[in-house]
């Protein structure tokens, strides 16, 4: 069986989409849609398929498909989801989104909670934890290597210099560093507390350091910018994580590059470059988006879907009371 998909929003990551349905065997593009009918125009000669300018239009169509994906943007980054989500679920297709899932939690809620009602697929194209690296990471911890997890630490930045809103930073790039902990974690998060600072010349709350307690007892910190991207031209420093049992603890640099475990008692060190093959984070969308394609040929059940909508709205929550945090100088509790 081929998954039929339509992809709805064809800036550069809709198009990025479409490269990774054309690449995998099991998947084909059939349909793409924008709003600006040149995008729509210029995809459909790219993946030689139909266009359309709106989704009330493919819905009319009569088009056959099996899945979407929704690659809009708006406010936040997220802003332009709702809608077009909303109308592709409430017609009974499933949906893989863009992150994050909404910039706002009652709109993320209400299409989770539509997807549910629909018993129908919902996944966020969380991508960073879709490398073999962390998949070899996961098995060191299911196999107990790590021991008993005491404590996460994540770094993630990237230069944007968009100065769209005050927490456009903690909005639309950390869902990706909460889901990637939350991952190692095994947990949801119970407390937070957060301190925002604007980077020199910026508008807005430009850096962050999250403190976190999951409900398990881990304990977890974030520090996350929008003012990063160190290093020389093509070293791109993206993200670092460390998870920290009581039997060893490993480094996961940059999402799939690099792969370190250190013993707690021991000096050996085993270490991975480019574990798997994967050598940049820009290939995991193809192991995400292939991840997702095989999910829905195996008719996998909509809660085990991996990074589901349900999963988007939970680290959501937790940048909300991040933002709740810095505000009323609290802890916040979830
Ligand atoms: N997962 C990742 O690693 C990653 C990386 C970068 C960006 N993103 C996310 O990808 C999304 C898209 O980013 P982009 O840079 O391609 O944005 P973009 O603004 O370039 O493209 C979005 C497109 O959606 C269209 N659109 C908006 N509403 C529509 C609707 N109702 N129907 C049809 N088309 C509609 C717009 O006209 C636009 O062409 C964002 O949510 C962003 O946060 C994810």
Redesign the pocket.
Known sequence: MTLRVAI???????NNHGRCYTAHPGAEVVAV????PE?SDKAAETFGCQGFY??DALLASGLEFDAASV????VE??G??Y??TMQLLGAGYPVLG???ISNNIDEAAAMVALAREKNLRYGI?L?HRFTPAASLAKEWQLRGRLGEINMIDMTMWINNPNESSPHFHAR?LHP?SLDVMRYFAQSDVKRVQAFFKKGKGRAIWSNMQMNLLYENGVIGHLRGSYDGNFGAAGTYGLETLEVVGSEGRFILRDACEELTFYPRFDTQLERHENYGGMSHFSQTFQSRIGHWIDQNLALVSPEKIDASGADALNVQRVIEAAIASWESGQVIAL
């Not at 709805?8 to 809709?14: D, L, N």
């Not at 690659?71 to 708006?74: I, L, R, S, V």
């Open positions: 709805i929003g064809m800036g550069g990551i809709g849609c924008d709003i600006i995008r709106s989704v690659t809009t943007a708006g980054n997220g332009d989801h809608t077009p863009e992150k994050p194209n991508n639309a990706h």
